[in-house]
């Protein structure tokens, strides 16, 4: 299975406003605006990877070669939005989308998993299914969780702050790990 960033998020979970007043940053400069941007933008990066969580919706493709035995398929992505489609391509490379009817997807679960109920086997022997989804916590910055939010900052704040002097093995500073621990979700 692998998933396949699409597009996504249409916002940070901090803005530039909220992150240049945590920082105690006063003054209007092009430069040093695009620097916390950026920084806001690798931070939420650096904590899904650490929590193993989409922030903000974002859309993905997953692909696989064929259905599973049971049926099931555990999706490398959380939390679930929705899945939009699933299509399937035959031998001669013409794709088919599943009717709604033939799937359930539950984003309740941990992983979240599709259920599919009826569906044909694809015809090609790699990347027969394709299915496209929406992850994350929701399409706009309040949604996402406000200790996520938190780790953010800190990590900005502690990248900002250390410009340069980084010496070794970079990882996440001891706070916000702690505020992301209780998100991690567990490997498949």
Known sequence: MIPIFVSGPAVEPITLAEMKAYLRVDEDDAAQDDLISGLI???RLMIEAASRRILIEQSWR???DRWPRDRVILLPLSPLIAVDAIRITDASGATAELPDDSFEADGLSEPPRIIVKDAPEPGRPRYGISIALRAGYG??????PATLKLAIRILVAHWFENRGDVIGEQIL?????ALVAPFQRARL
């Open 139 to 144: 399409a706009t910055l309040e949604a996402v």
């Open 173 to 177: 500073p001891p706070e916000a790990l």
């Open 41 to 43: 933008k690798a931070a």
């Open 62 to 64: 997953v692909v696989l």
